[in-house]
Protein backbone atom coordinates (compact mmCIF):
# COMPACT_ATOMS: atom_id res chain seq x y z
CA UNK A 1 0.00 0.00 0.00
CA UNK A 2 1.14 3.31 -0.61
CA UNK A 3 1.02 6.04 1.68
CA UNK A 4 -1.23 9.08 0.95
CA UNK A 5 -0.12 12.41 2.53
CA UNK A 6 -2.35 15.93 1.33
CA UNK A 7 0.21 18.43 1.19
CA UNK A 8 -2.30 21.09 0.43
CA UNK A 9 -5.66 21.35 2.57
CA UNK A 10 -6.99 24.51 4.83
CA UNK A 11 -8.20 25.18 8.27
CA UNK A 12 -10.13 27.34 10.01
CA UNK A 13 -10.55 27.41 14.16
CA UNK A 14 -14.12 27.48 15.12
CA UNK A 15 -14.31 30.68 16.58
CA UNK A 16 -10.92 33.11 17.93
CA UNK A 17 -11.10 36.93 19.27
CA UNK A 18 -13.25 39.98 17.99
CA UNK A 19 -9.86 41.14 15.95
CA UNK A 20 -12.18 44.60 14.89
CA UNK A 21 -12.29 44.98 18.51
CA UNK A 22 -8.79 43.94 19.71
CA UNK A 23 -6.90 45.95 17.39
CA UNK A 24 -9.45 49.20 17.11
CA UNK A 25 -9.46 48.59 13.28
CA UNK A 26 -12.37 47.01 10.89
CA UNK A 27 -12.84 44.50 8.66
CA UNK A 28 -11.38 41.59 9.67
CA UNK A 29 -12.14 38.08 9.55
CA UNK A 30 -14.80 36.13 11.53
CA UNK A 31 -16.87 33.21 11.81
CA UNK A 32 -20.33 33.34 11.57
CA UNK A 33 -21.72 30.00 12.21
CA UNK A 34 -25.24 29.16 10.70
CA UNK A 35 -25.80 25.68 12.70
CA UNK A 36 -25.45 22.11 11.68
CA UNK A 37 -21.63 22.62 11.13
CA UNK A 38 -22.06 25.32 8.28
CA UNK A 39 -20.43 28.38 8.94
CA UNK A 40 -19.76 31.36 6.57
CA UNK A 41 -16.36 33.24 7.04
CA UNK A 42 -16.69 36.62 6.93
CA UNK A 43 -14.18 40.11 6.05
CA UNK A 44 -15.85 42.79 7.97
CA UNK A 45 -19.68 42.49 7.34
CA UNK A 46 -18.95 40.96 3.53
CA UNK A 47 -18.97 36.92 3.09
CA UNK A 48 -16.26 35.78 2.08
CA UNK A 49 -16.87 32.21 1.32
CA UNK A 50 -18.87 29.02 2.42
CA UNK A 51 -17.48 26.45 4.90
CA UNK A 52 -18.27 23.81 7.57
CA UNK A 53 -17.36 21.63 10.28
CA UNK A 54 -13.84 19.80 8.84
CA UNK A 55 -11.90 23.09 8.60
CA UNK A 56 -12.26 23.17 12.23
CA UNK A 57 -13.19 19.85 13.41
CA UNK A 58 -10.62 16.77 13.67
CA UNK A 59 -13.03 14.30 14.14
CA UNK A 60 -14.83 15.49 11.20
CA UNK A 61 -11.92 16.05 8.96
CA UNK A 62 -10.04 12.41 10.10
CA UNK A 63 -13.92 10.93 8.96
CA UNK A 64 -13.82 12.48 5.30
CA UNK A 65 -9.65 11.35 5.22
CA UNK A 66 -10.74 7.66 5.93
CA UNK A 67 -13.28 7.61 3.68
CA UNK A 68 -11.21 8.43 0.90
CA UNK A 69 -7.54 6.78 1.61
CA UNK A 70 -5.86 9.76 2.59
CA UNK A 71 -3.33 8.69 5.70
CA UNK A 72 -2.07 12.61 6.71
CA UNK A 73 -2.88 15.57 5.59
CA UNK A 74 -0.18 19.23 6.15
CA UNK A 75 -2.84 21.90 6.72
CA UNK A 76 -2.11 25.21 6.36
CA UNK A 77 -4.50 28.60 7.04
CA UNK A 78 -6.57 30.13 5.06
CA UNK A 79 -4.85 32.92 3.68
CA UNK A 80 -7.40 35.61 4.65
CA UNK A 81 -6.04 35.14 8.05
CA UNK A 82 -2.39 36.32 6.59
CA UNK A 83 -2.68 39.52 8.19
CA UNK A 84 -0.32 41.22 5.61
CA UNK A 85 -1.30 44.06 4.96
CA UNK A 86 -1.94 45.19 8.66
CA UNK A 87 0.10 46.64 11.36
CA UNK A 88 2.74 44.43 11.98
CA UNK A 89 2.47 43.36 15.69
CA UNK A 90 -1.31 42.79 14.53
CA UNK A 91 0.13 39.96 12.02
CA UNK A 92 2.45 39.06 14.54
CA UNK A 93 -0.44 38.14 17.31
CA UNK A 94 -2.93 36.65 14.70
CA UNK A 95 -0.06 34.44 13.58
CA UNK A 96 0.75 33.61 16.88
CA UNK A 97 -2.52 32.79 17.79
CA UNK A 98 -3.65 30.98 14.48
CA UNK A 99 -0.26 29.09 14.70
CA UNK A 100 -1.38 28.00 18.14
CA UNK A 101 -4.50 26.81 17.41
CA UNK A 102 -3.25 24.88 14.17
CA UNK A 103 -1.46 22.35 16.93
CA UNK A 104 -4.26 22.15 19.14
CA UNK A 105 -6.27 20.56 16.30
CA UNK A 106 -3.18 18.75 15.36
CA UNK A 107 -3.22 17.20 19.00
CA UNK A 108 -6.51 15.31 18.21
CA UNK A 109 -5.65 13.63 15.58
CA UNK A 110 -3.25 10.79 16.43
CA UNK A 111 -0.66 11.76 14.80
CA UNK A 112 -2.19 12.51 11.40
CA UNK A 113 -3.09 15.84 10.88
CA UNK A 114 0.58 17.89 10.45
CA UNK A 115 0.44 22.13 9.78
CA UNK A 116 2.42 24.71 8.58
CA UNK A 117 2.68 28.03 10.24
CA UNK A 118 1.87 31.33 9.31
CA UNK A 119 4.32 34.73 9.88
CA UNK A 120 3.64 38.44 9.68
CA UNK A 121 5.55 38.21 6.11
CA UNK A 122 5.68 42.33 6.51
CA UNK A 123 8.22 42.47 9.18
CA UNK A 124 11.35 39.93 8.30
CA UNK A 125 12.59 39.73 12.02
CA UNK A 126 9.37 38.83 13.61
CA UNK A 127 8.22 36.09 10.88
CA UNK A 128 12.27 34.74 11.60
CA UNK A 129 12.28 34.66 15.43
CA UNK A 130 7.87 33.16 14.62
CA UNK A 131 9.29 30.82 11.83
CA UNK A 132 11.47 29.68 14.81
CA UNK A 133 8.92 29.35 17.55
CA UNK A 134 6.41 27.59 15.26
CA UNK A 135 9.06 24.77 13.94
CA UNK A 136 10.01 24.04 17.92
CA UNK A 137 6.43 24.17 19.00
CA UNK A 138 5.43 20.87 16.27
CA UNK A 139 4.68 23.08 13.13
CA UNK A 140 6.76 20.79 9.94
CA UNK A 141 6.74 24.01 7.92
CA UNK A 142 5.66 27.59 7.18
CA UNK A 143 3.05 29.35 4.51
CA UNK A 144 3.77 31.98 2.65
CA UNK A 145 0.96 34.04 0.17
CA UNK A 146 2.86 35.37 -2.83
CA UNK A 147 3.36 38.85 -2.05
CA UNK A 148 2.76 41.50 0.63
CA UNK A 149 1.56 44.63 -0.98
CA UNK A 150 3.63 45.56 -4.43
CA UNK A 151 6.60 43.02 -2.71
CA UNK A 152 6.63 39.98 -4.70
CA UNK A 153 9.15 36.87 -4.15
CA UNK A 154 12.41 39.03 -4.88
CA UNK A 155 12.06 41.51 -2.53
CA UNK A 156 15.03 41.47 -0.63
CA UNK A 157 13.02 40.82 2.69
CA UNK A 158 11.44 37.98 1.27
CA UNK A 159 14.64 36.81 0.14
CA UNK A 160 15.83 37.14 3.45
CA UNK A 161 13.36 35.26 5.20
CA UNK A 162 13.43 32.13 2.22
CA UNK A 163 17.59 32.19 3.64
CA UNK A 164 16.43 32.02 6.49
CA UNK A 165 14.41 28.64 6.16
CA UNK A 166 16.75 27.31 4.21
CA UNK A 167 19.54 27.61 7.07
CA UNK A 168 16.96 26.06 9.70
CA UNK A 169 15.36 23.74 7.06
CA UNK A 170 12.08 24.99 7.10
CA UNK A 171 10.19 23.84 3.87
CA UNK A 172 8.05 27.07 2.35
CA UNK A 173 4.66 26.15 1.02
CA UNK A 174 3.68 29.25 -1.58
CA UNK A 175 -0.10 30.01 -1.60
CA UNK A 176 -1.93 32.90 -3.53
CA UNK A 177 -3.75 35.27 -1.88
CA UNK A 178 -5.35 38.69 -2.56
CA UNK A 179 -5.17 38.58 -6.58
CA UNK A 180 -4.31 40.49 -9.07
CA UNK A 181 -7.56 42.24 -11.31
CA UNK A 182 -9.91 42.34 -9.24
CA UNK A 183 -11.79 45.06 -11.00
CA UNK A 184 -15.16 44.95 -13.00
CA UNK A 185 -13.68 42.60 -15.09
CA UNK A 186 -13.26 40.02 -12.21
CA UNK A 187 -16.61 40.58 -10.71
CA UNK A 188 -18.42 37.29 -11.84
CA UNK A 189 -17.84 33.52 -12.11
CA UNK A 190 -14.99 33.66 -9.59
CA UNK A 191 -12.69 34.59 -11.87
CA UNK A 192 -10.28 35.51 -9.74
CA UNK A 193 -9.35 32.11 -8.62
CA UNK A 194 -9.60 30.68 -12.07
CA UNK A 195 -7.48 33.49 -13.79
CA UNK A 196 -5.90 35.38 -11.43
CA UNK A 197 -4.76 32.93 -8.67
CA UNK A 198 -2.55 31.09 -11.46
CA UNK A 199 -0.78 34.20 -12.53
CA UNK A 200 -0.18 35.01 -9.51
CA UNK A 201 1.47 31.90 -8.39
CA UNK A 202 3.33 32.02 -11.85
CA UNK A 203 4.43 35.45 -11.05
CA UNK A 204 6.30 34.29 -7.73
CA UNK A 205 7.94 31.68 -9.61
CA UNK A 206 9.21 33.88 -12.11
CA UNK A 207 10.26 36.84 -10.25
CA UNK A 208 12.60 34.51 -7.97
CA UNK A 209 14.02 32.71 -11.00
CA UNK A 210 14.35 36.65 -13.71
CA UNK A 211 15.56 38.56 -10.53
CA UNK A 212 18.51 36.43 -9.85
CA UNK A 213 17.24 35.58 -6.52
CA UNK A 214 17.64 31.70 -6.57
CA UNK A 215 21.49 32.49 -6.96
CA UNK A 216 21.69 34.10 -3.32
CA UNK A 217 18.95 31.13 -1.87
CA UNK A 218 21.15 27.72 -0.59
CA UNK A 219 19.57 24.98 -2.87
CA UNK A 220 18.70 23.70 -0.12
CA UNK A 221 15.48 25.72 0.08
CA UNK A 222 12.32 23.22 0.27
CA UNK A 223 9.63 25.30 -1.39
CA UNK A 224 6.22 24.27 -3.14
CA UNK A 225 3.80 26.42 -5.59
CA UNK A 226 0.13 25.60 -4.34
CA UNK A 227 -2.22 24.71 -7.50
CA UNK A 228 0.26 23.14 -9.58
CA UNK A 229 2.74 26.25 -9.95
CA UNK A 230 -0.10 28.35 -11.54
CA UNK A 231 0.51 28.90 -15.15
CA UNK A 232 4.28 27.85 -14.17
CA UNK A 233 4.94 24.71 -16.46
CA UNK A 234 2.63 26.01 -19.19
CA UNK A 235 4.50 29.24 -19.43
CA UNK A 236 8.16 27.98 -19.36
CA UNK A 237 8.61 27.63 -22.98
CA UNK A 238 7.71 31.46 -23.09
CA UNK A 239 9.61 32.29 -20.21
CA UNK A 240 13.06 30.94 -22.19
CA UNK A 241 11.76 32.08 -25.60
CA UNK A 242 11.81 35.87 -23.69
CA UNK A 243 15.32 35.36 -22.23
CA UNK A 244 17.12 34.04 -25.34
CA UNK A 245 15.62 37.13 -27.49
CA UNK A 246 15.66 39.82 -24.61
CA UNK A 247 18.43 41.70 -23.12
CA UNK A 248 16.15 42.80 -20.64
CA UNK A 249 14.76 39.39 -19.54
CA UNK A 250 18.15 38.32 -18.82
CA UNK A 251 19.72 41.10 -16.76
CA UNK A 252 19.39 39.69 -13.87
CA UNK A 253 18.78 35.51 -14.61
CA UNK A 254 22.50 34.13 -15.44
CA UNK A 255 20.67 30.59 -17.02
CA UNK A 256 17.71 29.78 -19.09
CA UNK A 257 14.14 30.19 -17.08
CA UNK A 258 13.85 26.17 -17.45
CA UNK A 259 17.31 25.27 -15.78
CA UNK A 260 15.40 26.34 -12.49
CA UNK A 261 12.71 23.42 -12.48
CA UNK A 262 14.41 21.59 -10.02
CA UNK A 263 14.78 24.44 -6.97
CA UNK A 264 10.92 23.84 -7.03
CA UNK A 265 8.43 21.39 -6.07
CA UNK A 266 4.29 21.90 -6.86
CA UNK A 267 1.10 20.14 -5.95
CA UNK A 268 -1.32 18.05 -8.27
CA UNK A 269 -4.33 20.06 -7.53
CA UNK A 270 -4.78 21.25 -11.48
CA UNK A 271 -8.07 18.70 -11.74
CA UNK A 272 -7.64 17.53 -15.17
CA UNK A 273 -5.68 14.25 -16.39
CA UNK A 274 -3.68 15.96 -19.49
CA UNK A 275 -2.73 18.94 -17.31
CA UNK A 276 -1.41 16.12 -14.23
CA UNK A 277 0.49 14.29 -17.26
CA UNK A 278 2.42 17.42 -18.64
CA UNK A 279 3.00 19.16 -15.27
CA UNK A 280 4.75 15.95 -14.41
CA UNK A 281 6.95 15.88 -17.33
CA UNK A 282 7.91 19.17 -16.50
CA UNK A 283 8.23 19.36 -13.03
CA UNK A 284 9.71 15.61 -12.78
CA UNK A 285 7.57 13.21 -10.78
CA UNK A 286 10.05 13.51 -7.80
CA UNK A 287 8.90 17.43 -7.69
CA UNK A 288 5.26 16.92 -7.90
CA UNK A 289 2.84 16.23 -4.09
CA UNK A 290 -0.32 15.70 -3.58
CA UNK A 291 -2.52 18.67 -3.34
CA UNK A 292 -6.08 18.80 -3.11
CA UNK A 293 -7.26 22.34 -1.36
CA UNK A 294 -9.44 20.66 1.09
CA UNK A 295 -12.34 21.10 2.45
CA UNK A 296 -12.99 23.84 0.32
CA UNK A 297 -15.84 24.09 -2.83
CA UNK A 298 -13.36 23.90 -5.65
CA UNK A 299 -11.61 21.18 -3.74
CA UNK A 300 -11.01 17.72 -5.31
CA UNK A 301 -13.40 15.29 -4.66
CA UNK A 302 -12.36 12.23 -3.62
CA UNK A 303 -9.29 13.48 -2.33
CA UNK A 304 -6.59 12.10 -4.14
CA UNK A 305 -9.09 10.45 -6.72
CA UNK A 306 -6.90 12.67 -9.77
CA UNK A 307 -3.73 10.54 -9.07
CA UNK A 308 -5.34 7.59 -7.99
CA UNK A 309 -7.14 7.27 -11.31
CA UNK A 310 -5.45 8.64 -13.88
CA UNK A 311 -3.63 5.84 -17.10
CA UNK A 312 -0.96 8.41 -17.26
CA UNK A 313 1.36 7.88 -14.27
CA UNK A 314 2.77 4.04 -13.61
CA UNK A 315 2.27 2.82 -10.20
CA UNK A 316 5.89 4.01 -8.94
CA UNK A 317 4.94 7.56 -9.80
CA UNK A 318 1.53 7.51 -8.42
CA UNK A 319 3.56 6.06 -5.31
CA UNK A 320 5.77 9.11 -5.15
CA UNK A 321 3.12 11.41 -5.88
CA UNK A 322 0.57 10.47 -3.17
CA UNK A 323 3.16 10.29 -0.26
CA UNK A 324 6.81 9.62 -0.81
CA UNK A 325 7.81 12.92 -2.19
CA UNK A 326 5.78 14.94 0.42
CA UNK A 327 8.39 12.70 3.35
CA UNK A 328 11.72 14.01 1.35
CA UNK A 329 9.78 17.43 1.13
CA UNK A 330 9.03 17.26 5.08
CA UNK A 331 11.63 15.62 6.22
CA UNK A 332 9.52 13.70 7.90
CA UNK A 333 8.23 9.89 8.19
CA UNK A 334 4.23 9.73 7.31
CA UNK A 335 3.55 6.23 8.11
CA UNK A 336 0.35 4.44 6.71
CA UNK A 337 -2.65 4.86 8.48
CA UNK A 338 -5.94 4.03 6.52
Known amino acids: MTVAVDIHNHFLPHSWPDLAERFGTPDWPWMKHLGC ?21 AEKRLEEMDRDGIDHQVMSVTPVLFAYLRQPE ?23 IHAVAQVPLQDIDASCR ?30 TF ?75 GRADNAWRNRDIVREDCPHLPSSYVKRFWCDSAVFDERAL ?3 VEVMGDDRVMLGTDYPYPLGELPM ?35
Open 162 to 236: LQHCAAIGCPVLEHPWDMMGQGRRMKKYMLPWLVAMAAETQLSMLSLILSGALERIPDSLRICFAHGGGNFAWAL
Open 37 to 57: GKAMLMVGDQEFRPVYSATWD
Open 277 to 279: KFL
Open 90 to 112: HALDCARMFNDMALEMCAKSDGR
Open 130 to 159: EVERAMANGHIGVELGNHVGDKDFDDEGIV
Open 304 to 338: GSLVRGTGCLTCQQKSRILGENAGRFFNYTFDERV
